[in-house]
């Protein structure tokens, strides 16, 4: 557990550091975006193994973005990791090891001399006890390390990890890209399935709006990916989404007679509606007409309107869904406290009964349990140990139906 902690410390995300208006060498330590390395960009072979299944060639690539994981199985359907949900990466002596040996034979390649140092095993899961495992031999040692390495920082990234609804949809958005084929083509057929039109009616309707997005198609119905960016996937899942809703709000705040609103509208909802009443007007003073105008022209799809200071439904719906209006305020992930006193100066996350993975009277007791605090950020673990049938000791919670783990 101890070497989970040093290695987690070891590679963190980067940072910067400002410097702030409150005195004289205050600090602010920022958490700064994660791009993936060309390593993970590439189509890197290695082999896959499960207890259940044989072992077998695939290939894992990490979109430019580093929000999605693929593997590709050879002759297998391929699938995906969101890394956000990726909670470790274990390399070598710590990475999961085949219990049976012909399993491992045929992992070996005929040279076991280094096939530990070789291994790698991605965990995985929505919570810290359903976790999941994919489990890989690399070609060598070197490239086992640094994959590791750069999918960690991606993985613990606190801001890709608490993104906005484009984030999300840039994710999908990677998993279409991920099916081109060699030539950079992708079929219609794969760009309706990932938006799951639920009946023949919708089916229709999406195919339409594709029609209007200009996007040139072959005579198979596929088009190059070249011609298909982000921005234009972003445009035909707004209009398939239809969100009336938003629709209503918009045509509130611009009175209902111009398909655009004006800055001065826009800021007075931003301020009026969309800003928190009890926010002090001297330390987050209300947006300006400075800040209003950047805001439009990030998000607003027409340059022309955007140069004109109005936003269209659409720039409207960007602003939603984007950066600049987050579920979160990504400025609780900034380290502005002084960590210099000493250790009993700090609340410490603590956990209790850690080694539980289940009911606390009929749970089971596991090591991983261990692994999972530690990563989420817990200093403080509890081992409950007590004396074993063979004198040796053991973790469970005493006096109940638990089963028990080896100390």
């Known amino acids: 557990a101890v070497g989970v902690a040093s290695r987690f410390q070891l590679r963190r995300p980067p940072t910067q550091t400002l410097s702030t208006m409150a005195g004289a060498g205050s600090r602010v330590v920022r958490l700064t975006p994660v791009s993936p390395t060309p390593l993970?960009?590439?189509?890197?072979?290695?082999?896959?193994?499960?207890?259940?299944?044989?072992?077998?060639?695939?290939?894992?690539?990490?979109?430019?973005?580093?929000?999605?994981?693929?593997?590709?199985?050879?002759?297998?359907?391929?699938?995906?990791?969101?890394?956000?949900y990726v909670s470790d990466i274990r390399v070598g002596q710590f990475a999961k090891q085949p219990k049976d040996a012909k399993v491992r034979d045929a992992l070996a390649s005929n040279d076991v001399s280094d096939l530990d140092s070789r291994m790698l095993t991605i965990a995985y899961g929505t919570n810290t006890v359903d976790v999941n495992f994919c489990n890989f031999v690399a070609a060598s040692g070197d490239v086992a390390t640094e994959w590791s390495r750069d999918l960690f920082l991606l993985t613990h990234n606190l801001l890709a990890n608490n993104g906005n609804v484009l984030t999300l949809l840039k994710k999908s958005y990677a998993k279409l890209c991920f099916t081109a084929d060699a030539n950079g083509s992708i079929s219609t057929k794969s760009l309706t399935h990932f938006f799951f039109p639920p009946n023949k009616d919708e089916k229709a309707r999406l195919k339409a709006i594709i029609e209007k997005t200009g996007l040139p198609q072959g005579k198979d119905g596929a088009f190059f990916l070249s011609q298909f960016p982000f921005e234009k996937f972003l445009q035909v899942y707004i209009k398939y989404a239809n969100r009336l809703d938003i629709e209503k709000i918009f045509s509130t705040l611009n009175g209902g007679k111009k398909p655009f609103a004006t800055l001065s509208q826009l800021k007075q909802f931003l301020n009026k509606t969309q800003r928190d009443a009890r926010l002090n007007e001297i330390l987050?003073?209300?947006?300006?007409?400075?800040?209003?105008?950047?805001?439009?022209?990030?998000n607003e799809p027409d340059g022309h309107m955007a140069k004109k200071g109005q936003m269209t439904l659409e720039g409207f719906e960007r602003l939603l869904l984007g950066e600049d209006n987050p579920a979160i305020n990504?400025?609780?992930?900034?380290?502005?406290?002084?960590?210099?006193?000493?250790?009993?100066?700090?609340?410490?996350?603590?956990?209790?009964?850690?080694y539980l993975s289940g009911h606390q009277l009929t749970g089971k007791s596991s090591v991983e349990m261990y692994r999972q605090s530690l990563l989420t950020g817990c200093r403080c673990v509890e081992l409950d140990c007590w004396d074993g049938n063979d004198d040796e000791p053991i973790i469970t919670h005493g006096h109940t139906m638990c089963k028990i783990g080896r100390a």
């Open 40 to 84: 993970l960009l590439e189509e890197t072979i290695f082999k896959r193994w499960d207890d259940e299944v044989p072992p077998h060639n695939c290939t894992l690539r990490v979109d430019p973005d580093g929000l999605v994981l693929r593997v590709l199985p050879a002759g297998k359907e391929t699938f995906y990791v969101d890394l956000a």
């Open 284 to 298: 987050h003073p209300p947006m300006n007409d400075k800040q209003v105008s950047e805001l439009i022209m990030r």
């Open 330 to 354: 990504m400025g609780i992930f900034d380290l502005t406290h002084d960590m210099d006193q000493p250790l009993s100066h700090y609340f410490i996350n603590s956990s209790h009964n850690t």
